[in-house]
């Protein structure tokens, strides 16, 4: 256990490197290459923010993360572990489904991201539930705004690899060690990746093990045993998160996602 002022644990991503050389003498890892193209950084919005008073917002919680990279001006967040300022010069993770205030006394001015980081089909930023906060340097924040000024594709590329510097950041130097959920992740990579791309309010556990040839009963328990919850709520806590980002990024009607998502009744899903 860190003892109090100690940097977070971060433990490799691999558990072993798996380096050949091939015919041509080139030196390979295999297993790293693999485990990149696992990784999914998706910026759902992002934006240069001005606001005042009318920005306060109380019990949100998101279903993607927040990065704030603070510009002028000042405000804060209430969370369960107490006040966080929001001060220029910083830049803060507010990750997925952790409850905070948003507050500011009089103005407020920030760049934002709202991403998700997924491994093998994982949100690995989902239940920390509690905020970060790390020196915001010039010169990152300086590229953010002057390749969001630009709309060409070495623009949007590096965007995207601004956002996931920043993530990596955080993962370095302020997040608690997260290889146990990575490795859990990869375990069922096949599961996961067959949810996401058939996530539907009648898939169910049964559905997935029998279109990937794996036996039902064994991988049920398994299943239970290494993430605490059974196949069908793991299921239906998706169908949740996938529905409520649909609400808050979409401009389409309940009804709409309702049928999107395999309900037949709409005033079931509503009460989800």
Known sequence: MEKPGEPLRQEPLRQSDQ???????????????????????????????????????????SPFGRIYYMIADRGYLETEQGRMDLLPGHMYLIPPYTRVNLRTDRRIEKFYFHVTLKYAGVDVLEGINRCF??????????????????????????LRALTSLTLSEFLRRSLPDLSQRLAL??????????????????????????????????????FRHDNAITFNQYIKGRLIQEASKQLLLTDLTIQQIAAGLGFSDEFYFSRL
């Not at 380096?19 to 950084?41: A, K, M, P, V, Y």
């Not at 010039?138 to 070495?154: K, M």
């Open 133 to 158: 906060c790390l020196p915001l340097d010039d010169r990152l924040l300086s590229d953010v705004i002057a390749t969001f000024s630009g709309s060409s594709l070495p623009d949007l590329l590096q």
């Open 19 to 61: 380096f050949w050389t091939d015919s041509r003498g080139i030196r390979r890892n295999q297993q790293l290459t693999r485990q990149l193209n696992l990784i999914d950084i998706e910026i759902l919005d992002h934006g240069y923010f001005i606001g005042d008073l009318q920005w306060n917002q109380f019990n949100v919680m």
């Open 185 to 222: 992740a990869s375990t069922y990579r096949e599961v996961n990746a067959y949810i996401e791309h058939h996530l539907s309010a009648s898939l169910t556990g049964r559905d997935v093990c029998q279109a990937l040839g794996l036996p039902y009963e064994s991988v049920r328990r398994s």
